[in-house]
């Protein structure tokens, strides 16, 4: 489970992040919706133990990131695409995110055939669309078959078969157990995949619970977005 | 066994890097040639009978005469061990960095900073093994019979000094790349520093201080009190101890700024 705690985060004068509070459950696809920087990354970048919290805590099964033990095995996170040198090929980069987690190497074929890279394995990153680059990200998240999945903006640039195909993947994921947290800034596809939202505009959680309590009171998820986040289209 | 695990990775990445391997493999090249290239010059005059115009006569000096090549490498070396986690990718792929993926699968920030120190150590000292005996061969080879005979023990002993000057440039780089996040400004200038003009060096003609300089520290680590640039340097062991508290001070200033900041 990851729990997030009045989360705040202020650069200099400019807060980035007040009082964020919300859990991730597991069996549950939660999904963080907010436009672009209302504070989704800042906060699974926090939970991430990248950047440091002004005030409060974000918790994988109790303890922060930074005192997991195995954190490949408790979390799989994919941030910013790949992570990926853009001169690595993509098997290479797979490889040493193994052994850092000291996840045996015969996983890294396997993720590569999971999320349909294994004909793009010796081929430099720098050549992959976005597309390849978010696959390669998943791949590397799923490399320590992990508890918990947390996924910056997992559907952005796939194909129409790519976004059914992670939804499908995510979905499943949940279903054995497993906590996914992804954010996103497109309500579409979430309405698809999530379970739980938690809606974050400005800094500040406006809404949190299932999707169908969220959404009550508006025609559809996108109103409720609009209406929620007090915003015309970005 | 975490850091095993750390450094596992970190070896993976620097060999698999192809930056690494080009300027590994291009300061071997770069090496021998001018180690060729300074033998010839003595060969040509030892066949000319003109021995005043060259300082030297020893394979050993025209061979550790191609020492700042090296240097380059190992600057190279230790900056890109860090710079290459903070390269953007291209928008086109989510403009991430690798630093991210690097600290999300290793949280403990001083053991990646000093599985990356040790990394670089083995990759210059990788790269002395295969450049300073190439250099020497060569350089023996060319000037031929007529080489004035030198112990194996003094030669290994300043082909150590050379390997020790090249990585302990390397720790240099690889920490103040970490403090500056980039690989920019620090290769301009260390390279610089290394190759064109010494900033130290020109500091020491106003000032004897400049000698506990870090480059200048460890330069008797290579360098003959016979090359005139080194006149007044502090002698190997001091030298060599005076730049690895430089290069070890350096690298704790870079780990607590890691460790602290948002990556």
């Known amino acids: 489970m990851i729990s997030i705690d009045r989360l705040s985060k202020r650069h200099g004068a400019r807060t980035v992040l007040s009082d964020v509070t919300f859990d991730a459950q597991p069996g549950r696809v939660t999904a963080f919706l907010g436009p672009n920087g209302a504070g989704k990354s800042s906060t699974l970048r926090i939970l991430l133990g990248l950047d440091r919290a002004t005030s409060g805590s974000a918790l994988v099964d109790g303890v922060p990131y930074r005192a997991l033990r195995h954190p490949a095995r408790a979390v799989g996170a994919m941030l910013d695409g790949s992570g990926a040198h853009r001169s690595r090929t993509a098997r290479n980069h797979l490889a040493w995110v193994a052994a850092a987690g000291g996840i045996p190497r015969r996983r890294v074929d396997e993720v590569l055939a999971e999320v349909g890279l294994w004909e793009a394995r010796r081929a430099r990153v720098s050549t992959f669309s976005l597309g390849m680059g978010q696959r390669l990200g998943l791949a590397a998240a799923l490399l320590g078959e992990p508890a918990a999945l947390v996924l910056d903006e997992p559907v952005n640039g796939l194909d129409p078969e790519g976004i059914r195909w992670i939804r499908r993947l995510l979905r499943g994921y949940a279903d054995d157990g497993g906590t996914v947290l992804l954010s996103s800034h497109l309500m579409g596809e979430v309405a698809e995949i999530a379970d739980d939202l938690v809606v974050i505009a400005g800094g500040r959680v406006v809404r949190s619970g299932p999707l169908s309590e969220v959404s009550a009171g508006y025609d559809n998820l996108e109103d409720a977005f609009f209406g929620l986040t007090g915003g015309s289209a970005r | ?263």
């Open chain 2, 1 to 263: 066994m975490r850091f095993a695990r750390i450094l596992h990775a970190e070896l993976r990445k620097a060999l698999t890097l192809p930056a690494t391997l080009v300027a590994a493999g291009t300061s071997v090249a770069a090496s021998v040639a001018l180690a060729a290239y300074n033998a010839g010059g003595v060969r040509a005059a030892i066949d000319s009978g003109r021995l005043d115009t060259v300082g030297y006569t020893s394979p050993v000096e025209a061979a550790l005469s191609a020492t700042p090549l090296g240097t380059v490498g190992a600057v190279i070396l230790g900056v890109v061990a860090i710079s290459s986690e903070y390269a953007v990718n291209s928008t086109d792929a989510g403009g991430g960095r690798q630093v991210a993926a690097t600290l999300a699968a290793a949280p403990g920030r001083v053991a990646v900073l000093g599985a990356k120190a040790i990394t670089v150590v083995l990759l210059v000292a990788a790269m002395a093994a295969v450049a300073l005996p190439a250099s020497l061969a060569t350089a023996r080879h060319i000037i031929g019979s007529e080489a004035p005979a030198e112990p194996v023990g003094t030669i290994a002993l300043r082909a150590a000094g050379v390997a020790l000057y090249w990585a302990l440039t390397a720790l240099l780089a690889l920490g103040i790349a970490t403090l500056a996040r980039s690989g920019t400004l620090p290769l301009v200038v260390l390279i610089a520093n290394s190759s064109v003009v010494s900033f130290s060096f020109l500091l020491s003609n106003l000032t004897p201080l400049a000698y506990y300089l870090p480059d200048l520290a460890g330069m008797r680590l290579f360098a003959q009190e016979s090359w005139a640039m080194v006149d007044d340097a502090l002698d190997p062991v001091t030298g060599g101890l005076v730049m690895g508290a430089w290069a070890l001070g350096l690298l704790v200033v870079a780990g607590f700024a890691f460790a602290r900041r948002d990556a």
